[in-house]
């Protein structure tokens, strides 16, 4: 018996042991960093100095996006002097709202708040609310000077700049566009300021403090001129209007290289004050917005037809004398009428559907997929910009024949404009699918980054790159009545896609499109120009007198004279 109860209190003593043991381990070591971080709280208070945002430069380096000098209002409650609801009453009635996202509710939760020492009530704030929060005399407000963006050009290239907002813990953030791309580059490395503090909050003066110095984030300087930037805005927002069109976007790269040299799209917003803004405005459609390309997409596939060398220029449609019957559905031309015997080139003259069918069915179904994957269709540019989508081409399984029909006159398809820039781009530079950029250089004190020409792929061959470039000039120079600019050579095509609602398509709703570039021989600039159901229909009356508008501004603003 006695040996019993001795052997229980060993057992007992043993398990109490290594309760000990496991609750010391959990404390010392599962939870050890954790405690010390509290403990360290407890005793050090810490501020995070934020450093100065780059700036966002032009290709002749004036700034699109710099900083200007902003201020905190903070409270420190100890000092207070008025009661929290009344403050934060009497704040809010002098915070301009445009510029200031905190309301009443918030700023009186912050004050509410029993754990900090020191409380910032509103961000970003410019000098002339300063000035007002000043002459309410409350004692126990207090001003840090900071940064915030400032647009000299106001909303110029919004949707390719985006916007710097806060993230989740307060800090400044880019999002969408070149903000978004490279916020890690502008945002800079911020400084540490660290504080030792008694029991009650307040700092001792002799007690351990650690300074660590901000590191200012890195400027960009993109390739976008900023003179054709004004002037492509300026002609694209006079075209929306004469036409009464919705909406409308224009994109102007440059073929060898792949830099975008202006970009832009309406409607759109202005980023200064990005906080009352339509939210739908943000992304950008050049990258982000698919939608059918209807004609503009007919270079490219005729471009693979001849690459594979299943027709050629001077050949004969033996199937367009009429209505294309493809299993239940009839493929028609746009304007009714039929030309028996086309030439290859005239079939781009005319935009005939019917012919491009006829040029699809030579090419082959498996060619065709293969082809439009090789000029970048479905899949995304690598164009350095946030928010960047794309439609993934589908399975060559689930092509059916009306679907092949279709898409060899881009219907059925989807492309965001920067991809089918950059695949007629290809045409333009003798044949390789080249990365778009935004960004030439990144700038820091000591050294620049420089973007370098990417090609991705050779897609076709110089000699079929000459051959469709002189056919896309032969559609311009006989395929439409619009005025032309003199003394240049211009390959192009013009585009009309009616929009797809609810699986089928709507004739009063279309999408207007011109896509070209000059000169033909030696291109320096590829642009495309869309518009959003025009009260005009048809590309031709509307978006391609449009293109050749600006086209005689570029040649100017280019340096490129008239070589006939």
């Known amino acids: 018996m006695k040996e019993w109860r001795l052997q229980t209190l060993r057992f007992c003593f043993l398990v109490f042991g290594v309760l000990v043991v496991f609750r010391l381990f959990y404390w010392q070591v599962i939870s050890g960093e954790k405690l010390q971080a509290l403990a360290e709280s407890q005793h050090f208070t810490s501020e995070e100095i934020q450093a100065r945002r780059g700036q966002i430069l032009t290709s002749d380096e004036f700034p699109l996006v710099t900083n200007r000098k902003a201020y905190l209002i903070f409270a420190q409650p100890a000092q207070l002097d008025m009661d929290k609801a009344e403050l934060a009453l009497r704040l809010t009635s002098v915070l301009d709202p445009q510029k200031i996202e905190e309301t009443k509710e918030e700023i009186l939760e912050k004050l509410e708040r029993k754990d900090l020492v020191w409380i910032p009530l509103a961000r970003k704030v410019n000098r002339e609310i300063k000035e007002e929060v000043e002459k309410l005399e409350i004692n126990g407000l207090g001003f840090e000077e900071e940064e915030k963006r400032f647009y000299p050009e106001g909303s110029m290239s919004a949707q390719m700049l985006g916007f710097v907002g806060q993230d989740l813990g307060g800090l400044d953030k880019g999002y969408f566009g070149v903000e978004g791309f490279y916020n890690r580059s502008l945002e800079g490395k911020p400084g540490l300021h660290r504080l030792e503090k008694d029991a009650s909050g307040r700092p001792i003066l002799i007690g351990e403090t650690l300074f660590e110095d901000e590191i200012a984030g890195r400027d960009l300087k993109l390739y976008l001129n900023r003179g054709i930037q004004f002037m492509l ?332």
């Open 233 to 564: 805005e300026e002609k694209l927002l006079e075209g929306i209007e004469r036409y009464q069109a919705k909406g409308g976007l224009a994109v102007v790269m440059e073929p060898k290289s792949g830099a975008i040299l202006a970009m832009a799209s309406f409607p759109s917003y202005d980023p200064a004050f990005y906080a009352t803004a339509d939210k739908s405005l943000f992304s950008n459609p050049v990258i982000s917005q698919t939608f059918e390309p209807g004609s503009i997409f007919k270079p490219i596939v005729m471009a693979a037809a001849i690459n594979e060398g299943v027709v050629s220029p001077e050949d004969k449609c033996s199937k367009c004398s009429g209505p294309r019957q493809i299993g239940e559905y009839t493929i028609e031309t746009w304007d009714g009428q039929y030309h028996p015997d086309s030439t290859m080139t005239e079939i781009l003259e005319h935009s005939d559907n019917v012919g491009m069918v006829y040029v699809g069915e030579k090419l082959g179904g498996q060619n065709l997929l293969a082809y439009l994957k090789n000029f970048g269709i479905g899949e995304e540019t690598g164009i350095d910009l946030e928010g960047e989508a794309t439609a993934p081409l589908r399975g060559e399984s689930q092509w059916v024949p009306i679907d092949l029909a279709t898409v060899s006159f881009g219907q059925g398809v989807a492309v965001t404009p920067i991809q089918i820039v950059r695949a007629v781009s290809a045409i333009a530079n003798g044949g390789e699918l080249l990365e778009p950029h935004v960004v030439a250089q990144i700038k820091t004190s000591d050294k620049e980054l420089v973007t370098k020409p990417k090609v991705v792929r050779r897609v076709i061959t110089q000699k079929t790159a000459k051959i469709i470039t002189e056919m896309m000039v032969a559609a311009v120079e006989r395929g439409g009545k619009w005025e032309r600019p003199k003394g240049y050579r211009i390959a192009g095509k013009t585009g009309t896609a009616q929009i797809p609602i609810a699986g089928h398509y709507d004739k009063e709703k279309t999408i207007v499109s011109f896509i070209g570039f000059a000169p033909a021989d030696n291109p320096r600039f590829v642009m495309l120009v869309t518009m959003r159901e025009p009260a005009l229909t048809w590309g031709s009356m509307t978006v391609a007198p449009l293109w050749f508008e600006i086209s005689k501004e570029l040649f100017y603003l280019l340096g490129i004279p008239p070589n006939f």
